[in-house]
């Protein structure tokens, strides 16, 4: 019976993470600390959790979808939380609605448990409800009760969220809205139309009427609201993209109407959508990555911002006031992220340059083969793929492949007016050495690393390249691939390894001639192949062989301090489920996936999923009328460990007739010395959870 370990380098798993926020507890614990009790965004990919954590954010919308569990599984890593959302929970077929009552209840009781669900996104924009063919179908007031009635009958401590637009009849059939439809209500308010800005609907019609209404008919609701901080684009409108200036406009002039109807604004979601990117979630996070002013506006309405020099001290008792936008932009805002100014902006057409800088000299001059250039205050040096963004003079290094275009006024010699660098593409690299560094822009780290991908500690070659910044001086676009037939996974630089493999696809030559600064990393398994556990674990390390053709060196394998276990596979209904084991569910016999090299000869795990493990066991004594049996399996590896306990639990029990077909199986049907074909995983020593059994012998009862 074999145990398989496949360890994956950076599915590492190992992320810091603050106390994880609680599944329905009342207050959120960052409240106080802000203007806004829950400040969270639609849409975010997991790679962008850690971001919105230490900007302030807590919440992110996502779908129900294929990964739901490993979006859970991060967002708890990050210290955050995710509202769920299916469409499919109303069935828009029928006239107002109708409830899918079976999906709801899948959807609730997979995820109900967890500590990163904050709640779930019940319905969005009800009025906007169509039949199949087009043709409008609002929800009902009924329809959308029943659902709140069918989240809370699944999960009663939920928390629940209802999405309408403030105008269009708010209140009526077209529109409703009563009690017992969600905890909280949040409003689309739409800041911006395609005739231009419209303060009017925020601050007195139809906002407040709807704030209004929504109280008189359920008092207890709480109010949310979503910031606009994107473009409308279809046949009917076309809106420009908002500015930041438009965005933060609209959080005060929200707060300034919850100020004045005295009714708390009790959180705000941040839409980050335009006409450059559809809805795949994968491109939204782009758009998080892309438009840096939106992470200051996150920041700005989660109200981590530092006082204003000289500015009054607040009367007591009053909160302090918040600085202007513009003024927290100067502050906070590094060059890097796109304000810069740029001098030069005649470039010349004759006497441009193309190549590999060769050499720099001491007095700053850079060398193109005979042609030269240097680089002052007034050059612009920007990313040769990415037109517009900048880079700093510590960016001309040998090695560096660059377009210079002279000033038209030579007045200075060969002043570059504009250098276009060009990234490095497609290296790979096994990393040596990792350092965190929370005072760089990114607040990354800086990795040593080897060219190649060789095992650590066997010597290579010298390489032009000795160390790698992610998130550096630089945002990097961080991805993992995936070995075969293991979960989607994100992966941020908490996640890079010593003997992690990486390839940079793309990055730039920065700081020094052997310093490569990444903007487009991808991490790539460190994939063992089969390992089988020979025994078990001495001084914490569990003997292994490896069983890959070439055999690798690794000997021995241990547990990370933080390892996640899991059981992946399906239950006794058939159904593929996830479970979380303990620790002592690694024994010598199951089979595993998940790690990181830590020597030449060993791995460490960080994350591992037990796949199913199938023996064929005599039964030696039947234990609560059948629901946990002692059985005698012949394979197994140590002689002390042939009798163990096999618990049924929710199992599929099944016999096998003469025809071959497999019936089901009364548990008291189940007698000494029968023979039985079992599946399932280990959870601790001579423990074994069966998720089905198969009795290829029933014995009788003994007289």
């Known amino acids: ?70 979006r859970l599984y991060w967002a708890q890593k990050q210290g955050v939380q995710l509202i769920l959302f299916n469409s499919a929970w109303i069935d828009d077929s029928v006239a107002g609605g109708r409830v899918n009552a079976a999906l709801v209840c899948q959807n609730v009781n997979a995820v109900k448990n967890h500590p990163a669900l904050w709640g779930y996104y019940v319905i969005d924009e009800p009025s906007r409800h169509v039949y199949p063919s087009g043709a409008a179908n609002p929800t009902s007031l009924a329809t959308m009760q029943a659902l709140y009635k069918t989240v809370k009958g699944c999960h009663p401590a939920a928390r629940t969220l209802a999405t309408f637009l403030p105008g269009g009849g708010f209140g009526t059939a077209a529109n409703n809205f009563g009690a017992n439809v969600a905890d909280y209500v949040l409003f689309d308010t739409y800041y911006k139309a395609p005739d231009g800005l419209h303060p009017e609907w925020v601050t007195d019609a139809p906002l407040p009427a709807a704030i209004r209404l929504a109280k008189s008919r359920d008092p207890d609701i709480k109010v949310w609201a ?30 300034q109407t919850h100020d004045r109807l005295k009714i708390p604004l009790d959180g705000v979601l941040f839409f980050l959508w335009d006409k450059f990117f559809d809805s795949k979630d994968t491109d939204l996070t782009d758009d998080l990555r892309s438009h840096r002013d939106y992470w200051n506006l996150i920041a700005y309405a989660a109200g981590k911002l530092p006082a204003v020099a000289g500015a009054a001290p607040p009367a007591a008792g009053a909160p302090a006031p918040l600085p202007s936008f513009d003024e927290y932009v100067r502050r906070e805002q590094r060059p890097a992220e796109g304000i810069v100014t740029q001098r030069c902006d005649d470039p010349g057409t004759t006497g441009v340059i193309e190549g590999t800088i060769t050499r720099v000299n001491a007095a700053g ?60 593409f497609n290296l790979k690299f096994t990393v040596l050495k990792v ?18 991908h060789v095992e650590v500690n066997t010597g290579a070659g010298p390489l032009p390249f000795a160390t790698i910044e992610v998130d550096g001086d630089l945002a990097t676009k961080l991805e993992f691939t995936n070995p075969p037939e293991t979960p989607e996974m994100p992966v941020t630089v908490e996640n890079i390894w010593k003997g992690s493999l990486l390839q940079v696809k793309a990055g730039f030559i920065g700081g020094s001639p052997s310093n490569l600064r990444a903007v487009d990393l991808v991490v790539l398994p460190n994939n063992t192949g089969l390992m089988e556990v020979t025994g078990p674990a001495v001084n914490g390390r569990f003997p292994v062989e490896s069983l890959a053709t070439p ?24 159904t593929n489920v ?36 199938t023996f ?31 618990l049924l639990g929710n199992a599929g029990v099944f016999e096998q007739l003469e025809d071959g077909r497999q019936a089901p199986l009364a548990l008291g049907k189940i007698s000494d010395y029968s023979t039985v074909n079992l599946t399932g995983y280990w959870t601790a020593l001579r423990t074994f959870t069966i998720t089905k059994a198969v009795f290829y012998y029933v014995a009788p009862p003994a007289p």
Not at 384 to 396: C, E, K, S, V
Not at 624 to 646: E, R, Y
Request: charged share 15%.
């Open 1 to 70: 019976m074999r145990i398989i370990w496949a360890l994956c380098a950076i599915v590492a798993l190992f992320v810091p993470a603050s106390a994880p926020l609680v599944a329905g507890a009342p207050d959120d614990p960052l409240a106080g600390e802000k203007p806004f009790k829950n400040v969270g965004v639609y849409w975010a990919g997991p790679e962008s959790y850690g971001k919105l954590k230490t900007l302030g954010a807590n919440l992110i919308t996502s779908n129900f979808a294929n990964d739901t569990q490993v």
């Open 226 to 255: 979503a910031i606009q901080s994107f473009a409308v684009n279809s046949s009917s409108s076309r809106i420009p993209m908002t500015t930041r200036a438009e965005v933060q406009r609209h959080i005060d002039l929200l707060v």
């Open 365 to 424: 001059v850079a060398f193109i083969g005979a042609a030269s250039f240097f680089v002052d205050d007034t050059s612009n040096i920007l990313q040769f793929t990415t037109a517009g963004t900048p880079l700093g003079t510590d960016y001309i290094q040998p090695g560096a492949y660059v377009k210079v275009f002279p000033r038209k006024q030579r007045t200075l010699g060969s002043v570059a007016c504009k250098v276009l660098v060009k990234p490095i």
């Open 435 to 452: 350092v965190r560094r929370k005072d760089l822009p990114y607040e990354g780290a800086i990795l040593t690393v080897r060219e190649g």
């Open 551 to 574: 055999k690798l060196k690794i000997t021995n394998v241990r547990l990370n301090s933080e390892v996640d276990l899991y059981f992946s596979g399906k239950n006794g209904a058939g």
């Open 578 to 613: 996830q479970i979380k084991l303990a620790r002592s569910s690694i024994q010598p016999q199951g089979n595993y996936t998940g790690g990181y090299y830590d020597a030449s000869t060993a791995f460490t795990a960080t994350v591992g999923y037990q796949v199913p493990v």
């Open 616 to 646: 064929t066991a005599i039964v030696t004594d039947v234990l609560a009328s059948g629901a946990n049996l002692k059985v005698m399996g012949p394979d197994f590896i140590d002689g002390a460990t042939s009798v163990i306990t096999a």
